[in-house]
């Protein structure tokens, strides 16, 4: 698998205090990766000098070996706008605009014109289980819901890498699972990248795999730099069975199974969805 | 309680940098306010001073035993008014009138210190030799309209000519002879005229105040949002909400009041220097007293308080109000409804109407463009997005129909605006209205006995002051005027035959053409004065208005702004969404309520809408849109400044 994102040498600081010591990360093309930490760890600062969001003080950010952390401000905001989508806890709907206008609002920043724009978001809808929201404001959405759109908003641009800072962090539990699910098959059914930054290991679960920082260090030992997952088992095996790996144990088995597995067939269980569901249904608009 | 208080204060400090900043809007806006408000009283009160110092000059015949015989003149050098009052006693030990020490004895002459400065100034034989060579005093400031009033004071026998001559016609030409008993007096007919106008102006200012106040009050509330609704949540009463917001909001509109009254005070050397018929103010005129400024500084922070209950409305009937964001009701057309039935009642009004019908029938329309502007907002807002290609457009749009009262509240003060512009362009008389009256062929009123005699005298008194004229007798009947064509047509010779001239016919002057309009011509001026003075306290509101708002609906949504920005929206759609809220819904109603002023100027009209009328009017339009544009370009670094990090976590 190739490299789509890497960073290199990435130093932070903000006063005296030292967000980032030196940090390097490779993001392979479909993988998705989860930081872990503590908070004040570091890893959203990681995660916004990765996104083109801060600048390092030193270090190097390449997407596609394409240096972006050199670019000026309104470069980067491109580059945002085009290469990457954004998932966050909770806030970046524009309450004011229906659910289909703010996924389509990426595109139509993008000068794709506002019918086709509508168009393309609404094809997002049947297949992320939000059929029939099209016209809701974020208002009147469930937070599992509003994640939904939020996570169509990202990938409506066909972005190379999808950041996530605690996308479920406002969610509960089984709300969250399911979240995290659709936001990495999506992320996966359209050949993206996927990194997300939480401290719930749960979540960190359902990537291929888990980068802890702590004190601005990556802590050796605990992330391999294997390709991302199906080939077996999670390299932190602490962690179980990765979620994905299709022909391993489900990792909450041990609590039963998947809230939603078997129980609503829009919502497939992450690594048989990808057999099972029509490629379609992810992807809008690219035939399976 | 206490402990309430104490809560509110800790909350109130603690706000962070961006809380203190947006208090800092608040307590700004409420100090513009607050002066203005100031002005705006004083205005009124200082009109009403003027019409009390004039009073004794406009006599009232004695209803018991007479004391004084008091006969008032106008007379006139270059192109401007001295009031000549002939005063005699009637018996000893006459009370003084206002402004002198004593009763003036026969044969002597008090000058305002105007007049003194000026007879001083000018060559005797144009003006100090109309009066007595014995100056005994100077009439004190308690007895003028303005500081720069002309007036002499000059004490007669009672039976000397002047104190038996018969009246002088015309309705500006004074009053004649009148037997006194006190100089209490009435009000002219002017001074009642500047007081209408007075109180006009206060309307016209006064309304776009209280809308931007009631603004700012809101906009504490709305920044306390979800402040109040945790606090809700986590189990307050509605009673403690309301207090807390209540005695937060009264504490910044208490701090803003005193600051604006400051400002007022520091801004009364620049108020006073409005001159309005014909001079400036004393400083005390525009000092509307310790009650005055008291009752303001009450009624600031109460009203403040008010405004933020009736925003708060919504977060105390349910925790979730603001937490959840949902569709908000359309505004109900009653709102529209309310402004044409205003407007239906001003084809009612004359323009000989009583003031205080006339001040409700404008107030009305007034207040109701306040009303009906947010629902025009909504349904704006529903055009532009449904017609939106552009993703700034799209974003304004959503936005108008989102939250009109804040979208209306940005713009409120503009419109208002509008409406005095539209109010006034259609009032503002001509330039042509007078015409150019003859400023140098003197004419004098005599009875028709006596028209051989004063046509010698005047030929022989004005070619001994070398100013050598024609001299007709024109009219019939009793009176029959003289009319003196002078061959030297300079300002001084003007005044010398005047000077000549005076006395000649015991109570009356000689006076031009250009004289008897000049009464006129001041009060059109001084509508042009008091239209620039209104329209700019209107635009320094809406501009502080705009910007107010423009600053602290950013810091509302400071959290969507940074995330969008962070996504890679470009600063340019987001400043492009943020002024096409502001520019489309101000282009509908600014113009709007320019024609709704207009028709309600309609039934004072006295001309068809003038030249002056339509540049006051562009020049009113430009203004608002560079203002509300600047003012909105002004918060551009705000916006880039909470936008610059958009990091929605520290860690």
């Known amino acids: 698998m190739s490299v789509v994102l890497e960073g290199t040498g990435l130093v932070k600081r903000f006063g005296p205090a030292v967000a980032l010591g030196g940090v390097g990360l490779a993001v392979h093309t479909g993988e998705a990766v989860a930081i872990m930490g503590p908070s004040g760890s570091g890893k959203s600062t990681l995660l916004h000098c990765l996104a083109g969001i801060m600048k390092p003080d030193a270090g190097e950010v390449h997407l596609l070996g394409l240096r972006i952390d050199a670019m000026g401000e309104r470069q980067r905001s491109a580059l ?21 206008e703010n996924v389509a609002l990426p595109l139509m920043l993008g000068g794709v014109s506002r019918a086709d724009a509508v168009r393309q978001a609404r094809e997002w809808f049947g297949p992320l289980g939000l059929g029939g929201m099209e016209g809701r404001r974020p208002g009147e959405l469930s937070g599992g819901q509003a994640q ?8 409506v641009t066909r972005p190379a890498v999808i950041f996530a800072d605690e996308p479920t962090g406002a969610l509960d539990q089984s709300t969250g699972h399911d979240t995290m699910r659709l936001l990495v ?104 | ?81 001295i009031t000549v009052v002939d005063l005699a006693a009637l018996e000893p030990g006459a009370a003084p009138p206002p402004g002198l020490a004593r009763f ?91 007081k209408a106008l007075g109180l006009i102006a206060s309307v016209l200012m006064v309304v776009p105040l209280l809308v931007f106040g009631g603004a700012a009050a809101r906009l504490t509330v709305a920044r306390r949002d979800q402040r109040l609704a945790a606090l809700r949540l986590v189990g307050a009463t509605p009673g403690q909400v309301v207090t807390m917001t209540v005695a937060e909001a009264v504490i910044t509109a208490f701090g803003g009041a005193v600051i604006g009254a400051a400002l007022y005070g520091l801004g009364i050397p620049l108020f006073t220097g409005i001159e309005i018929a014909g001079g400036p103010w004393f400083l005390s005129d525009m000092w509307p007293g310790v009650l005055a400024v008291l009752a303001v500084l009450l009624a600031v922070p109460l009203l403040v308080g008010l405004s933020a209950v ?47 019908i006339a001040v409700v029938v404008i107030g009305l329309p007034f207040l109701a463009i306040n009303l009906a502007g947010p629902w025009v907002v909504g349904m704006l807002g529903r055009i532009v997005s449904r ?41 503002s008389p001509g330039s042509g209205l007078l015409g150019d009256a003859d400023a140098v062929d003197l004419r004098l009123s005599v009875p028709s006995s006596q028209v051989a005699e004063v046509t010698a005298g005047a030929r022989e008194r004005l070619s001994a002051a070398g100013v050598p004229a024609t001299i007709e007798a024109g009219g019939t009947g009793a009176t029959r005027v003289l009319t ?151 918060s551009a670094p705000l916006l880039r400044s909470v936008t610059a990090n958009p990091a929605p976590r520290p860690d």
């Open chain 2, 310 to 356: 009736v925003g708060l409305r919504r977060i105390v009937v349910s925790p979730l109000g603001v937490a959840k964001r949902e569709t908000p009701p359309a505004m109900r057309f009653v709102r529209v409804v309310a402004l044409l039935a205003s407007l239906a009642m001003v084809p009612v009004l004359r323009g000989d109407s009583a003031i205080v």
């Open chain 2, 484 to 634: 003196a064509s002078l061959g030297k047509r300079d300002a001084g010779s003007v005044d010398r035959a005047r000077t000549a001239l005076d006395g000649l016919v015991p109570g009356r002057g000689a006076t031009s053409a250009a004289d008897e309009d000049r009464s006129s011509a001041q009060i059109l001026e001084d509508i042009g004065t008091g239209t620039v003075t209104v329209l700019a306290v209107s635009f320094l509101v809406a501009i502080a208005s705009a910007g107010i708002t423009a600053a602290s609906s950013i810091l509302d949504r400071r959290q969507t702004y940074a995330l969008l920005r962070l996504a890679g929206t470009p600063l340019e759609v987001l400043n492009g969404a943020r002024r096409a809220e502001t520019l489309i819904p101000l282009t509908v109603m600014g113009g709007g309520s320019i024609l709704v002023g207009m028709f309600c100027a309609a039934p004072f009209a006295i001309s068809a809408m003038n030249v002056a009328g339509v540049v006051t009017l562009l020049v009113c339009v430009a203004l608002g849109f560079a203002g509300v544009i600047g003012a909105g370009a002004a």
């Open chain 2, 387 to 427: 017609s939106a290609r552009r993703p700034a457009r799209l974003l304004a749009g959503r936005r108008l129909v989102d939250d009109p009262k804040a979208a209306w509240r940005t713009v409120s003060g503009v419109a208002m605006t509008g409406f005095v512009a539209g109010f006034i362009g259609l009032l």
């Open chain 1, 185 to 288: 098959e999506a992320t996966k059914h359209n050949g993206a990248s996927l990194v997300v930054v939480t401290h719930d290991h749960q979540v960190a679960r359902w990537c291929d795999r888990v980068v802890e920082v702590r004190d601005g260090q990556i802590i050796p030992g605990r992330h391999g730099a294997r390709p991302p997952a199906g080939h077996g088992a999670h390299p932190s095996a602490g962690h179980g069975a990765h979620p994905s790996a299709g022909h391993g144990a489900h990792p909450s088995a041990g609590h039963g199974a998947h809230p939603s597995s078997g129980h609503d067939p829009r919502h497939p269980v992450p690594g048989q969805g990808v057999t099972r569901e029509p490629a379609t249904q992810i992807l809008p608009g690219v035939s399976g």
């Open chain 1, 148 to 155: 939904r759109v939020a996570i169509a908003r990202a990938l």
């Open chain 1, 80 to 100: 945002r706008r085009t290469r990457f989508g954004f998932v966050f806890q909770f806030g970046q709907l524009l309450p004011e605009l229906p659910a289909e």
């Open chain 2, 104 to 194: 003036p004895a026969p044969g002597e002459v008090w000058f305002s210190p105007a007049l003194a400065e000026l007879a001083r100034e000018l060559p005797a034989d144009q003006l100090a030799g109309r009066f007595p060579r014995k100056t005994a005093g100077t009439v004190g400031d308690e007895a003028l309209v303005h500081p720069g009033e002309l007036v002499a004071v000059r004490g007669q026998r009672s039976d000397a000519p002047v104190m038996t001559a018969e009246p002088a016609d015309g309705p500006r030409a004074g009053a004649g002879p009148m037997k006194i008993s006190g100089f209490t007096g009435e009000a002219t007919g002017d001074a009642e005229a500047y």
């Open chain 2, 1 to 81: 309680m206490t402990g309430l208080m104490a809560l509110t204060w800790r909350l109130l400090r603690g706000g962070g940098r961006r809380g203190l900043l947006g208090a800092g809007l608040t307590v700004a806006a409420v100090a513009v306010s607050t002066a203005l408000l100031l002005f705006a009283v004083s205005v009124n009160i200082a009109f009403q001073g003027r019409a009390d110092r004039e009073a004794w000059r406009n006599p009232v015949a004695a209803t018991g035993k007479a004391t004084a015989i008091e006969t008032v003149r106008r007379d006139y050098v270059r192109d401007r008014q």
